[in-house]
C-alpha cells in the first residue's frame, strides 16, 4: 500500500525540507524546495523545482540549482530562498555555503565538524522561461556587528514604494533575529533594520513579512522555543510595520498550525492576488517501504480578520472532489476526502480518521474546558521518527458559537484539519495499516458534506 499523498506535494524521491522560491511566472506556478538527490536524508542541498497551473497537478522539472560554484560561494549547499519577478525573468534569492569543516554522517552525507563551521553567501540566479537558471551574482550583504556569520540565510525579497527589501535568518549571542536591508539594484544592499524579541530561541529562520488586509505579517521560524515536543516551530507575529521610522509594533507570536512537523512556511502572491502560503511537514525518515522524505501542506490561502491570520486550502482543490458522498461509510477504504461539518458545542465529541475498531487519528473536543485534543497514538504503528515532535497536541478554543466548524482533508498518511474557517489549522503525518481507513463521529453532527477526492 503506497502512503505517497496525491494532493500533498513530496519528491519524486529522496529527502525534501523547505518550501524554495514560490512564485507565478510566465501563467504557472512553481515550488522549488531543499532537496538531496542522494538519498532520503538531509544533505547535499540543492534546489529540486516543479510546476503547475492549479497548485496540485506539479510536473517535476530538473533541478534549478546545484552547489557547484567556490567563486560565488555555494560549492557545499544551496539553502533556503525565495523568487521574484522582475523585467519577465524569474530571480531566485538563495543562500550559499561552504563549509570550512567537513565530515561524513551516518547516512554518508557531508556536514560540518562544528555547527558554526560554515561561510554563508547570499547569492542571486536568473531565468527567463522559468526553467533554466544562471547563476549572476554575489550579493553585496553588509552585516552588522556581533552577528553570527555562519548563520545569515533564507532570504526573501519583495518590493513597496519602489524600493526594494529584503529580510534574512540571523542570530547573535542574545538569540534569534531578523536582518532587514534595502536596495536599489537587487544586488547591493544596506543594512535597513534588525528585527528581534527577548526569549524567542537561538536562531530565526525563513522569515516573510508581507502586507494582508491593512497590517504586516512576519512569519518565521524559531528555534528553541517549542515546548510540546517540538522545539522547533513557525508563527508570526501581526502588527503594524513603519518603514520610516522602522518600527514593527507587533502582537505576541501566535503559531501557524496546532499540530504536529509543520516549520519553514512561505507565502507568495499569485496572479489571482492572493497570498498563498505552503508549509514543510517534517519528517526526519522515509515513511515505512517509501522511497521518499518530506512532504509540503497543502497550500492555503491566507486572509485577516478580526486581528487574526486566517488559512484554507486553495479552492483549486475542490475540482479534484469526485463525487459527493451522504454517509462516512462510503468513505472506507479511501483515505482521501474532503469533508465538511458542523458539530455541536454543548457536549464532548469525538471525530475519529483513520479508523479501525475505535482507534486511529482522535480529535476531540472537551466541551467543559472548551478545549481541542489531536492524538495520533493508535495511528504512528512503530514508526518513531514521528514520536519525535509527540503524540498529542491541546488546543484552547474561544467558543463564541454554539458549533464549531470543521475542514478536514486527509490523504494517504496525513490529515490537515481547519477550525472554524481557518481561524487554527491541526495537521498531522501519519503512518496508518492498510485496513485503517474508515471515518467515525461520535457527537451532534448539525451539518456535513463529504466528498472523496480523486485524481
Known sequence: MSKRPLFHFTPEKNWMNDPNGLSHFNGEYHIFYQHNPENCYWGNMTWGHAKSKDLFAWEHLEHALYPDSKELGDIDGCFSGSAFVKDNELH??????EMTTKRLNEFGNTITVGDDDLISTQILAKSKDGINFEKVAKLEVPIPEKTCTAHIRDPKVWETDGKYYMVLGAKDQAGGKILMYESDDLKNWNIFTELKEPNMGF???????FEIGGKEV????????????????????????????????????????????????????????????????VNHAPLPGENFTGIMTIPRELNYKDGKLYQMPVKEIEKYRNKELGEFSELDNKNQYDLNLKIGTDKDFTLILFENNGVGLKLHFDFKENKIILDR????NDFKVLETFGLKRELNLEIKE????????VDKCVAEIYINNGEYVMSAVVNPKLNQNKVILIGEILEKNIYELKR
Open 402 to 409: 454554539p458549533s464549531i466548524e470543521l475542514r478536514v482533508i
Open 218 to 281: 512576519l512569519v518565521f521560524s524559531p528555534q528553541g522555543i517549542g515546548t510540546d515536543g517540538q522545539v522547533h516551530i513557525a508563527g508570526y507575529y501581526l502588527g503594524d510595520f513603519d518603514y520610516e521610522k522602522k518600527e514593527f509594533i507587533h502582537s505576541d507570536l501566535k503559531r501557524l498550525d496546532n499540530g504536529f512537523e509543520f516549520y519553514a512556511p512561505q507565502s507568495f502572491l499569485d496572479e489571482k492576488g492572493r497570498r498563498v502560503l505552503i508549509g514543510w511537514l
Open 92 to 97: 531566485l534569492f538563495y543562500t550559499g555555503v
Open 377 to 380: 497514538s493508535d495511528i504512528i
Open 203 to 209: 536562531m530565526w529562520e525563513c522569515p516573510d513579512l
